[in-house]
T-cell receptor, first 117, second 112 residues
Framework: GAGVSQSPRYKVAKRGQDVALRCDPISGHVSLFWYQQALGQGPEFLTYFQNEAQLDKSGLPSDRFFAERPEGSVSTLKIQRTQQEDSAVYLC???????????????FGPGTRLLVL | KNQVEQSPQSLIILEGKNCTLQCNYTVSPFSNLRWYKQDTGRGPVSLTIMTFSENTKSNGRYTATLDADTKQSSLHITASQLSDSASYICVVSSGGSYIPTFGRGTSLIVHP
């Protein structure tokens, strides 16, 4: 497809369960971001990849959160031992090159809505 | 700390009416400001992007303004349509940082 896709779209997990969220960026996009969006809030930065390199993971809320992009395309965000406070929409965004430059816009996927019971 | 504040938090208008959404920021140094539209259950979609030297940018019925001196931006929607019902998010990027600062968004509801 032409856009960023994410799967699953919805995930219900029991507290303590591990989950894995997938992001397929636009083909050829170098930069990939993960964001967490709580209900009624703007997205909060989690982590950033440039190709396969994770350049910044300062936004990950705890060591239960882990992200990877081993081949520089598809990325997976893994949450171990989920807690109720992890309930949120997890957005993935990609851009052609480094997103800080004027020309670059981040293209967002539809998000994965995670509910931890 | 870089911050982006948006107002109002929510807004209800009748179809066909105009409205203006506000964004104030304290991000420094400033690189660019984007307005995104986020439909329910969807990811944000870029509407406009402006740099320091740009005062106005239009995209159809959407017109964004930027006053870099007062660090304020507005998004004006003309002749609103039902499909304009969404959350509008102001996002400011800082020079030298790839982590943008997002506002909480303004939730707009357009009633027939």
């Amino acid at each position: 497809g032409a856009g960023v896709s994410q799967s699953p779209r919805y995930k219900v997990a029991k507290r303590g369960q591990d989950v894995a969220l997938r992001c397929d960026p636009i083909s050829g996009h170098v930069s990939l971001f993960w964001y967490q969006q709580a209900l009624g809030q703007g997205p909060e930065f989690l982590t950033y990849f440039q190709n396969e390199a994770q350049l910044d993971k300062s936004g990950l809320p705890s060591d239960r959160f882990f992200a990877e992009r081993p081949e520089g395309s598809v990325s997976t965000l893994k949450i171990q031992r989920t807690q109720q406070e992890d309930s949120a929409v997890y957005l993935c965004a990609s851009s052609l090159v480094l997103a800080v430059s004027y020309q670059e816009t981040q293209y967002f996927g539809p998000g994965t809505r995670l509910l931890v019971l | 700390k870089n911050q982006v504040e948006q107002s109002p938090q929510s807004l209800i208008i009748l179809e066909g009416k105009n409205c203006t959404l506000q964004c104030n920021y304290t991000v420094s140094p400033f690189s660019n400001l984007r307005w995104y539209k986020q439909d329910t259950g969807r990811g944000p979609v870029s509407l406009t992007i402006m740099t320091f030297s740009e005062n106005t940018k239009s995209n159809g019925r959407y017109t964004a303004t930027l006053d870099a001196d007062t660090k304020q931006s507005s998004l004006h929607i003309t002749a609103s349509q039902l499909s304009d019902s969404a959350s509008y998010i102001c996002v400011v990027s800082s020079g030298g940082s790839y982590i943008p600062t997002f506002g909480r968004g303004t939730s707009l509801i357009v009633h027939p």
